[in-house]
Every structure is written in C-alpha cells, then in structure tokens.
C-alpha cells in the first residue's frame, strides 16, 4: 500500500463516483453547489432522514436545538423507498438540505472529493462520548478530519421474527427459534383459523436482501452480503443461502402470508402487521418504533422469538465499522450551526430518546438500560452486543478499495430481485440464479478493480480477502 494521504490518494475520483451515483439512481446526477442552493426557506438549516419511528422525536428535537443555536430547523422525513431519489433530485436542483442522510451509494472518500459533503466540527467532549473505535478512516474521516458522525451500533441485524402474544396465547406456541419451529408455529395459526400467520414486505427487494443476507451468515455463511470474508469470493449459491429463501418460499407456498404480502412494501407489511390480527412479521429491529407510531396499542403484545436459524442454534453475527449516518451538504452555507446540530446526536439525552424511539439501536448502548421501551426491544439491544462481532472491511484495511467502490457498477438483478422472483414463480432454478448472481459481482468487482488500477489505485482482488477472519471474534488489523 502507497503511503500516501487518503485525499491525495482518491484525487480525481469525483467524477468517477457521481457517475455511479447515476447509475444507482436511475438518472444524471450533476455535482452539488458550491453557492447556498442548500439553505432552505427564509434562511433556515434544513435536516433530512428517513428514519420512520423516529419523525415525532427528530420534530421536536428541530426545535429545540435550533432554539439552541439560534437557527430554525426544517425537519423533513423521507420514505425509505424514496430517500435515495429525493436525494437526487435535490441535488440536481442545488438544493441538497444542510443536513441528511448519505444513502447515495458511494464510500465516503469519493463523496469527500466529489464535493457532496463538508467537514463536521465537534468537540473533544463529543468525541469522548463515542465508543472506543467508532470513528474509522475511510468510514466516518479521512486524515483524521471528521466528515460524517454514526449515531447508531452497528451491532444488529435484521432479519427478526416478531410476533403478537395475544395469538400466541390464544393459538398455544412458543417463540419459535428453528426454522422448522416457524412454520410449526405459523401452521398452528393457520389451523386454529381465527388469524392471518404472517405478513412481509414481499415487494421491497432490497428489505428482502437485507434479511436473506443476515439470515445466510446466521446459517453457516462464512461472509456477508455474498462475499466470503476469508476468500473474498463471492457465493451467493452457499447452503445456507439456499435454506434461508427456501424458508421464505415454503412460507409463501403454504399460504401463510397475508393476501398481498407479495406486493407490499415496508409500510403496508408493518401496517397491516400494527393493526392486528396477524400472527408474525418479519421486520427489523427499528419494528416496535414504527408499529408505535401507526398503533401504539399494539405495543403491549409485540414480542420478539429473535433472527430463527436453520436448526434453532445461537445467532452469530459479523458486522463491519459503522459509517457515516450524518453529513452536512458540501454547499452549506451553515457548517458551524449543522456541526453543533450534528454534535447534540452524541449528547446522552438524545442518546436515550433515540433509544426510547425504538429504531435502530443507538451508538451508546449503555443507554438502553435507562430508556423508556418496551422488554422486547431492550432483550434485544442486550442480545445485539453479545451476538455481534465487528468484521474486517476491505476499505479500513486498504485506502484505494475506495476507488474501486466509487466504479463498481451495480449488478441487477439482485438478491432481493430473485427473491421475488422464486417466490412469484418466474424462476424456476434458484441455484443458478444465484451461481449467475454471484459471477457477476465477481465481474463488477474484477471490472472496477481493473479501472481503479488503470487510473493508479494500488488494488487486487487479495484486498478483500482475510483468511484470518474467525466467527465470534472482533476482526483486527
């Protein structure tokens, strides 16, 4: 590896990166403003999110912070589903909010040299609030300089089996741990013939990928997202990837979903679940949120069997350093008053109602324990720290990965693509769906290598592989 800075390492990478903003975002995309495009109505620092339970918390915190600071706070919530693209078109619009989530597909180096974010500004008191190791280069800063603050734990997953306690008292099963439990506990439900067993969001395909990733690696899969940690090959037709959407499909086929679950997306699963009436839900750990803010009554019956694993074993996980959850535009005009806005998310009073709003879990774990939420949630907080282990990541270990990030083209179909797709019929061989799924990541990775090296980038394919990696160990480098 050259010795070199990350910046002066990733110099030129801007329009490389933007152009595979476009790609992902289904349309062109021109690089942000340098003027004040960003600075919202009669002055005020404008904040985006998307995160769904949390609108009634981020509402108020607006308020009062800007009180504090003395600016006025524009809170805009964004769909999951839609994030991405308001995204987008702000930014072809010059006006990016000061504030905002980064989901626009590139690894933080390149947003830095594409000009779409700015340095944050904290204190030393903010930083000392942070767990030890929360701040990574590559992930969150770059030579040391600060560009984006994680506010949640990367320890969680996804894939969790939440269910009613009303049904499960009235039909008579226990919190299924097996995959074999689940369906016996769905086919209770469907027997006793008073509720529907289960709704998913079927027609999110990238919720689907989510949980089918979390679920392979609890099953054996020695990687995540279909890429081996040891090897850095990608296998997405593994065993254990084959069993976990198997699950999903004898669920589906013996009608064990609610009409429609094949089309819903995250809001219409979650709805009809918070309604009640449903058995189960397949949801991640941001669920209880949600459901309290479309039926709060239906918080006192949300329980939780956990992530189920093929033969009912303790989930293991691997999760990488956490990045960037806030960054401010690089066109603001208000770095000073967005950094303070950013630093009040290290403070433990935000930190407990981050918790108490039952989202993701918050970066400060220690302050679940004394968060208004409900036993479920705080279980499984405590389970996240025991079963979550931190991953190596190619892009800690090595500065160029960033280039080859920025040019990775992205492959489609996806997992969550052929998913639906084995669910709905429209295909027949999953194994070679997944053999084809797996050859042409291995295609895109080859081929953004090779133009990551043209251009410089000291880079190969051995940048992804750790044949030291070890299950239920926190990786070092």
Known sequence: MHHLTRRHTLAGLGAAGLATLAAACGGPSAPPSTGGGAGGAAG???????????????DRWAKEEGEKIGATIEHTYNEPGAATEALQ???????????????????????????????????????????????????????????GLPAFSEKQ?????????????????????????????????????????????????GRMREQIDDMAQAGGFPGYQGQRYDTGEYEYQHDAYMTAIELYKEIAEKGFLLPGSNG????????????????????????PGGVRSLNPDMLPTMALAGMPTPEGQDVVAARGARGADWVIAGSTQRA???SQLIESFTQEDYQRELAAGMDQPPILLDVVGDAEVIAPYAQMVEDFSKQVF?????????????????????????????????????????????????????????????????????????????PDWKLGTDYTY
Not at 99 to 110: F, H, I, K, Q, S
């Open 44 to 58: 005020a620092l404008r904040w985006w999110d998307h995160f769904g339970g949390l609108q009634e918390l981020h």
């Open 89 to 147: 078109l702000a930014n072809q619009a010059k006006q990016l909010p000061d504030v905002y989530t980064a989901l626009v597909g590139l690894p933080l180096p390149a947003l830095v040299e594409a000009g779409w974010v700015h340095e944050i500004t904290i204190s030393d008191e903010a930083r000392a609030r942070l767990p030890e190791g929360a701040l990574v280069e590559g992930l969150t800063q770059l030579d040391g300089a600060l560009y």
């Open 157 to 205: 997953y996804v894939g969790l089996a939440w269910y009613s306690t009303e049904i499960a008292d009235a039909v008579g099963f226990e919190p299924p741990r097996s995959y074999d439990d689940l369906l016996g506990a769905l086919q209770a439900i469907a027997d006793h013939g008073e509720f529907a067993p289960m709704t998913m969001a079927l027609g999110a395909a």
């Open 264 to 287: 819903f997306q995250i809001p219409d699963a979650r709805g009809r679940w918070a309604a009640g009436g449903i058995g189960f839900h397949m949801d991640g750990p941001y669920s």
């Open 336 to 338: 000073e008053q967005a």
């Open 390 to 466: 931190r991953a190596p990541q190619a892009i800690v270990r090595t500065v160029e990965v960033a280039a080859v990030e920025a040019r990775r083209t992205p492959v489609t179909p996806e997992l969550g693509d052929i998913i639906q797709g084995y669910l709905g019929g429209e295909i027949d061989d999953l194994k070679q769906a997944l053999v084809d799924l797996s050859a042409a990541h291995s295609t895109a990775l080859d081929a953004a290598i090779e133009a990551a090296a043209g251009e410089g980038a000291a880079v190969d394919r051995s940048d992804w592989e750790f």
